[in-house]
């Protein structure tokens, strides 16, 4: 009983993603049958446009290059702050502060900035470089690193780093030798976590950028002309982007449900 | 009282103080903007000639009913009309390689024309030295990319696609070129080979932007000419007895689409629902000036909500509601093109890159392929009226270098001439030339559909149609939206016509009075 | 405590806190307070900026005709799609508690909805909503229910955006959830078993105390995404027919690119943010207590 509700509830989830899926392989003849024919002769038509009309590799390349590097200074910049306001000094109350005046610079939707960066970005040469889109998307992930690895610093017993600074460790070495250790899924989960939302962010690399530095998100959109939806190019295209995600996911989703929980209970 | 409560009282009152300071000073000291100088010229009315009907020529050679086919016949004739410009070009009198070593950056918006677009780029590079970046975004964040770059003077982009309605925007705040400087420099440009004065009228007229425009400067060069025209499935009209020659006027144009309608296996009528300048407002003001309504009078007094108007809104929300397929109130151009294509409507109001498109089998049906034919949109009392629209090169203001100018210049003089455009034609069938000559060129003969379209066309560009119909004003993407959401919520049922119109009207009425055309 | 340790480090230690918060505060506050800045000027593009002061929040709250209606629309999208993320995700979370067996699978399947770009989930979902060629038309059909309206009709709109929304995130919240749940000491439901409380108590009354700071963390996190979101909107529906689904970003997306109006348009964005910023604070400090558990 409780398994045949399980599974109607994924189905529901699980069903457009199939559908795309069926799309990116199916020929333009069939792709509006009424009612839907699953049985299709798969063709691989529409990958190879995806990936021929526009330069593909150069896209993907800036998307992963563009997410490894912004991920990871974020995660290089945030952690030490994380851990200084994770309420191991000083007022509680102002490192919760701190923290929360990060947070805040969540709270605004893209199209709001967008034309000042624009025009920033234009004034300082950054514009259509991917430089430019680590430095946003470093501004983009920070909260979430700090916000996170605060929760998972305040989980750990302050008695392990207490003997080891009796054992004569220095502030720097407790740091790294015996809290990283320890908040590792924390670690993995917030990269995890980071890595997904700055792979699928469309907003600001619409704008950013031209043809130098564009991501893969861009891309899929490009298929969405005014004259007519070529349904199959923009499911394969979509295909084409949530793949390396998806592998990436599957390989390490127990930290990332792991750690989520452990950091998100203490805020 | 707490210290801690006293605190927060104390920052809140201190804030609400500035606010009400700040917000009386800036009311008070913040004055409207100065009222704007405007003089503007009414725009002549053409007098009407007689109609004059014709019979089609028949087919000389069957056009190509397969994909195969098809693309082997555009290829053929892509690759001559490419390899003829080439050629005319090195042939001309001007010297492509004066500006050799520029790299130009090109935005333009996703379409069919892209792929030759790209050919043409590297053919002119290998002709003048000049490396082209094309910058391919679909049509509104493209528009919206392009409108900040010229605005803004930032120089990005050396040549920009704009709408043609959007010109006013930027011809107004002085932020493009005009185009004749070049035009006139013999070193510049070859008159043979760029032919300026080839263009159809409408299209160069606007590209002056009146008034806002110099007199006799042109600021854009034009790479397709889209107006509206009506669709009929030819099969299913004759099943019926009917022809489209009857349709002389709105009222007939609705008797017609309910005796066609037969749900679900086709609908009578299709045409576009979605809220947009772009979008409903470009099939729907067919009706409304055919009914004699317009969104301005003379002295820009708003007049969307005048008798005429409400009529032709109640006119069109009747046809699309009653006869139109379910969900046509949303209908964006691809969705009505799909209907087209998939044969669920006999007859349809839109672009007039339908009569082309569906005689692309991958884009109709088999019993669409071949039978859908074109006409004349409908006339009403104030006579015929097709929207027209253009997509168009324009130069900004904003170019770093004097050289990168006159390179784009070079440019837009290889891609828009006779055979360039001529070649963009060459691609999935989507021909709508903005010049007239490209028509007698022989590859594009040989890839135009047999349907009367082009004969139609004409007819429509000597008599009795009118293509100046959308106010070229820089308020005109606000003034049309507005007018697009009242359409669109007449449609839905959320209002009813003449309170869509009002509606509008008060809206239009606030934004014209905040841009300081009341003095 | 270790006041002497603190003194002597106490440079590195604020270069530290400070670097990213410095760096947040120039690359992302920087244009944010342009906006701002501009939001006090009659600024339209193209044209010379003029100052006005607070004119043009005075003009949001009395003359835009949309501004109400938007903000209408954004909470009831936000309210509809977190209540529904909410029941729906405890649902499958108990559910992947309770069934041990194939979890890692039905994990995995739970997953894709999240990792889609949400600009083109909304483009999935305007194809499937196609009152003629879309699957969701089709399987009503099969049930009897035909030719439903979705992306013409107001009330339709709005339904396909939540259930757009829902599909996204609902499995987050239940993956959330669900991993609080296996993190929950089993000695309380013993006891509850033991005192022979039906597992229906026992879920409301046992696990639920034990899941309040995720489900804090779910809501705070929805509410924030849902008030800001703008992408999957603006391909599904493009706000809407008429202005049925234009929340508040997209009405400022409106102003901004479509009427040029930046002045305006910046007023709009500040009025979201002192929204959200309101609301997030009011929710903070009403459970803070059980945040902050140190």
């Known amino acids: ?176 030798k015996i809290v990283t250790p320890v908040s590792l899924y924390g670690l993995a989960a917030t990269a995890l976590f980071c890595m997904l939302v700055t792979w699928n962010e469309f907003n600001m690399a619409l704008i950013l950028t031209g043809v130098g530095a564009r991501t893969l998100p861009v891309q899929a959109l490009q298929f969405w002309g005014s004259l007519g939806l070529d349904w199959g190019a923009m499911c394969a295209a979509a295909m084409l982007i949530t793949s390396p995600v998806l592998v990436f996911g599957v390989i390490v989703r127990r930290y990332l449900i792991r750690g989520l929980t452990f950091g998100a209970v203490k805020g | 009282m707490s210290e801690r409560r006293r605190n927060y009282l104390k920052t809140v009152g201190a804030l609400a103080a500035g606010l009400v300071v700040g917000g009386a000073a800036g009311y008070l000291g913040g004055t409207m903007r100065p009222p704007v100088e405007k003089t503007v010229e009414k725009t002549v009315e053409k007098t009407v000639e007689k109609t004059v009907t014709a019979t089609p020529a028949p087919p000389t050679v069957p056009f190509p009913t397969t994909a195969e086919g098809l693309d082997a016949l555009l290829k053929e004739n892509r690759e001559k009309l490419l390899a003829k410009l080439m050629d005319a070009a090195k042939a001309s009198s001007v010297d492509w390689r004066q500006c050799e070593g520029e790299t130009l950056h090109f935005i333009i918006r996703t379409a069919t024309d892209n792929e030759p677009y790209m050919k043409m780029g590297e053919m002119f590079k290998e002709l003048a030295g000049v490396t082209v970046e094309m910058d391919i975004m679909p049509e509104v964040p493209q528009r919206e990319k392009a409108t900040l770059d010229i605005l803004e003077k930032t120089g990005i982009y050396e040549l920009s696609f704009v709408d043609n309605m959007h010109l006013p925007l930027y011809v107004a705040a002085e932020a493009v070129e005009p185009y004749e400087p070049y035009i006139e420099d013999p070193k510049l440009t ?40 009506l669709y009929y499935r030819k099969d299913i009209f004759q099943k019926y007895g009917l022809t489209t020659y009857d349709i002389d006027d709105f009222e007939h144009l609705i008797n017609t689409a309910s005796v066609l309608n037969n749900p679900p296996n086709w609908y009578g009528w299709v045409s576009r629902g979605m809220r947009g300048e772009g979008m409903n407002i470009f099939t729907w003001q067919t009706f409304l000036r055919g009914y004699g309504g317009n969104w301005f009078d003379e002295d820009w007094n708003v007049i969307i909500n005048s008798p005429e108007a409400v009529e032709a809104m ?48 991958r884009n109709a049906k088999p019993e669409v392929l071949g039978n859908m034919y074109a006409a004349r949109v409908p006339q009403g009392r104030a006579g015929r009226h097709a929207g027209f629209f253009c997509w168009a090169f324009c ?11 006159k390179a784009a210049w070079l440019a837009a003089q290889f891609m828009h001439s006779p055979l360039g455009i001529a070649a963009l034609q060459a691609m999935n069938l989507v021909i709508l030339p903005p010049r007239p000559s490209v028509w007698e060129i022989p590859e594009v003969k040989a890839i135009t559909p047999p349907n009367d379209w082009k004969i139609v066309k004409d007819l429509s560009q000597k008599y009795d149609a009118f293509y100046d119909d959308r106010p070229m004003i820089p308020e005109w993407p606000e003034v049309g939206d507005i007018t697009g959401v009242a359409l669109s919520s007449a449609l839905t049922g959320e209002r009813t016509s003449k309170d869509a119109c009002d509606w509008a009207a008060v809206q239009i009425k606030d934004v014209m009075t905040k841009a300081g055309y009341y003095g | 405590m270790r006041r002497g340790d603190l003194n002597s480090h106490k440079f590195f230690f604020f270069l530290v806190l400070l670097a ?46 949309t501004f109400y209606k938007s903000l209408y629309l954004s909470a009831v999208f936000t309210a509809a799609c977190v209540i529904v993320e909410l029941a729906l995700g405890m649902l499958i979370g108990y559910l992947l508690y309770k069934t041990r067996l194939l ?13 889609i770009t949400p600009a083109v989930s909304g483009i999935i979902w305007r194809l499937l909503f196609d009152p003629l060629f879309g699957h969701v038309n089709y399987f009503l059909s099969l049930v009897g229910i035909q030719g439903l309206r979705w992306l013409s009709d107001p009330l ?51 696990l639920i105390p034990y899941l309040k700071p995720l489900i804090i963390i779910c809501i705070f996190f929805r509410i924030v995404d849902c008030f800001k979101a703008f992408d999957f909107i603006y391909t599904l529906t493009g706000g809407g027919p008429g202005t049925s689904t234009s929340t508040l970003p997209l009405l400022l997306y409106l102003n901004v690119f479509t009427f040029y109006h930046v002045g305006y348009g910046s007023a709009i964005g500040g009025v979201l943010w002192i929204l959200l910023l309101t609301t997030t604070t009011l929710l903070m400090r009403r459970v803070g207590s059980i945040l902050m558990r140190e």
């Open chain 1, 1 to 176: 009983m409780m398994y045949a509700i399980l599974i109607m509830c994924t189905a529901f989830f699980v069903y457009p993603v199939l559908f795309v899926l069926k799309t990116s392989f199916e020929s333009q003849y069939t792709v509006r049958a009424i009612p839907p024919q699953y049985l299709i002769v798969p063709t691989l038509r529409n990958y190879i446009r995806a990936t021929t009309l526009y330069e593909f590799q150069r896209y993907l390349i800036n998307s992963v290059v563009v997410t490894i590097l912004s991920v990871g200074l974020a995660l290089l910049l945030g952690t030490p702050c994380a851990y200084l306001i994770s309420g191991r000094w000083g007022n509680k109350r102002r490192s919760s502060d701190i923290a929360y005046t990060i947070f805040a610079g969540r709270l605004l939707p893209p199209t709001a900035v967008a034309i000042p960066f624009f025009l920033l970005y234009n004034s300082v040469g950054l514009y259509d470089t991917q430089i430019g889109l680590i430095l946003i998307y470093i501004t983009l992930n920070l909260p979430f690193v700090i916000w996170l690895m605060r929760g998972f610093y305040m989980e750990i017993p302050k008695e392990i780093e207490e003997a080891a600074e009796v054992d004569g460790c220095s502030k720097l070495s407790v740091f790294l």
């Open chain 2, 190 to 229: 070859d008159k043979d080979f760029f032919k300026p004065e080839d263009w159809y009228e409408p299209l160069w007229r606007s590209a002056n932007a009146p008034p806002y425009g110099e007199p006799g400067m042109h600021y854009y060069i034009p790479n397709c000419y889209h107006h509206t025209l």
């Open chain 2, 314 to 361: 109640e006119a069109y929300v009747k046809v699309m509601r009653e006869y139109g397929p379910p969900g046509v109130e949303g209908y964006d151009f691809s969705a009505t093109l799909t209907t087209g294509g998939e044969g669920k409507t006999a007859l349809g109001l839109d672009c007039d890159c339908w009569s082309t498109l569906l005689w692309d089998p």
């Open chain 2, 395 to 405: 130069l900004p203001v904003g170019i770093k270098t004097e050289q990168k100018k």
């Open chain 3, 20 to 65: 990213p918060v410095v760096y947040a505060n120039i690359v992302g506050f920087g244009p944010f307070l342009w906006m701002l800045y501009h939001s006090f000027f009659d600024y339209d593009f193209g044209k010379v900026p003029l100052f006005v002061g607070l004119r043009n929040y005075l003009l949001v709250f009395t003359t835009d005709p």
């Open chain 3, 103 to 115: 979890n890692s699978v039905f994990t995995l399947l739970l997953m894709l909805p999240m990792v």
């Open chain 3, 156 to 206: 339709g709109a709005l339904i396909a955006v939540i259930v757009c929304d829902i599909w996204q995130w609902t499995p987050f919240v239940a993956l959330v959830l669900y991993a609080g749940l296996t993190a929950t000491p089993p000695e309380p439901i013993e006891a509850a078993y033991i005192d022979g409380a039906s597992e229906f108590r026992t879920f409301i009354h046992v």
